[in-house]
């Protein structure tokens, strides 16, 4: 079984296949042609509407530009033209099957002022090419109306003929300008949907540090400060003698030790100091001798990737590697790290028994996500019976302050 979590296609994809699933024109009326007629019908009444609109609000906009008003209604007026690309896209979806994504929202929010929001507002593609689609709309509304109307009393046995072919060019126009075509507001919509899924993965982890902190370090903390608080009352008081006192301080002091232990885990927990001082392919090593099977690691990395690509990639394989000890009933595994152009690649494979799924809660979800967030890539091989080769990809981007710095490597735990 193969799952595979990867970026988003084109947004216009999803249209396409929906017109491609319509039967072809023919000389009888169904469901298809009666909405497409019913389209071409209502071209004249909504593209007037838009075209006044437009016309109205920018004009006037734009001939108060000499004042202060100007401007920030231009901007309105643009804003609003999202509502009818939203209106007609809605249209378009009902009557013609054409599914497009909608837009990414202007984030005026976080614009940082009056003035860098009311800029992205007056110079907002999508605004803009709706504003084209309403002046291109008017003289082809007013056309597929009067051929439309003409059609269904002279030409009727044809008329499903000639309605699909209007009706594909109003869906060439809806995926052209009203569809976010263009690759930045795709990457902002993925981006957006991204940044969720980091809040939330911050969140989670910092609800984990402290729950470590409050049940382990700091319970043990309280109650070494308790024991030592007691130990000095009765020493001050005369109570004890040297070997109970001696007692009491050798069992403190195991006390301290295992606090060590525990902050220590925890600090690996967050980001390991081998990972930091000697690269992925020491750390990983590390995690592979802590694997309750045997685990090869090997590591072909010319350079180091940034902190971040770094560290998402050392959790990545400590996650599976604990999968591989707790769930796989494998007899060994390997682990492989590589850079092909600009991206990390890592593989994971073991013996087990198969199986693994992004749905199976073992994690396997929690990391498609930090790896999409990134622009990454996730891919399960998972068969029943085995083996289990988990892929994923990372972005690549250079250390500058530490170019060339070698650790090819290959080593057996």
């Known amino acids: 079984m193969t799952e595979r979590l990867a970026p988003t296609g084109r947004a216009g994809d999803a249209g396409s296949a929906d017109s491609d ?20 019908l209502a071209n004249l009444p909504v593209s007037l509407l838009g075209f006044i609109y437009v016309v109205t609000v920018l004009s006037t906009g734009a001939f108060l530009t000499v004042t202060v008003i100007g401007f920030p209604l231009l901007a309105a007026g643009l804003l609003g033209a999202r509502q009818l690309g939203k209106l007609e896209r809605a249209r378009a979806r009902g009557l013609l099957g054409v599914r497009v994504d909608e837009p990414s929202p202007l984030p005026l929010r976080g614009a940082g002022g009056f003035f860098p929001q009311l800029w992205m507002g007056l110079k907002d593609p999508v605004g803009w090419r709706t504003v ?8 082809w509304g007013i056309l597929t109306f009067a051929i439309t109307l003409t059609s269904l009393f002279v030409l009727w046995p044809v008329l499903p003929f000639i309605a699909r072919g209007l009706a594909n060019a109003d869906r060439a126009m809806v995926r052209g300008l009203l569809s976010p075509s263009d690759e930045l507001e795709r990457r902002i919509a993925e981006l957006e949907s991204d940044r969720g899924v980091v ?11 402290e729950r470590d902190l409050h049940d382990g370090a700091q319970a043990r903390l309280v109650s070494l400060a308790m024991g030592l608080g007691l ?74 990737p940034v902190a971040a690509i770094e560290g998402i990639a050392y959790f990545t394989v400590s996650e599976l590697l604990q999968n591989v000890s707790k769930h796989s ?25 198969g199986g693994a799924r992004l749905d199976a809660g073992t994690g396997m979800r929690g990391l498609a996500d930090r ?16 083996p ?15 170019p060339g710095k070698a650790s090819s490597k290959s080593s057996k735990r």
């Open 371 to 386: 790896l999409g967030a990134v622009d990454g890539l996730f891919v399960i091989d998972s068969p029943p019976g085995g």
């Open 231 to 304: 130990a000095k009352e009765k020493l001050l008081e005369g109570q004890v003698d040297e070997k109970v006192a001696a007692a009491m301080v050798e069992e403190a002091h195991g006390e301290v030790k295992l606090a060590l232990q525990e902050l220590r885990d925890l600090a690996r927990g967050i980001h390991p100091a081998v990972l930091t001082d000697r690269g992925l392919d020491a750390a990983l090593s590390s995690v592979a001798s802590r694997c309750t099977v045997p685990v090869k690691v090997t590591a072909d990395l010319d350079s180091r």
């Open 388 to 402: 289990t080769v988990v892929t994923a990809e990372l972005p690549w981007r250079d250390r500058t302050d530490e």
């Open 199 to 209: 809040i939330d993965t911050a969140a989670a982890d910092l609800r984990r540090i």
């Open 132 to 139: 084209l689609y309403e002046f291109i709309r008017l003289p």
């Open 21 to 40: 699933r319509l039967p072809p024109a023919r000389f009888a009326y169904d469901r298809h042609t009666w909405k497409e007629i019913a389209h071409l």
């Open 329 to 353: 009933g494998a007899r060994s595994a390997s682990v492989d790290v590589w850079r092909s152009d600009d991206r990390l690649l890592i593989q994971v494979q073991d013996d087990g028994r």
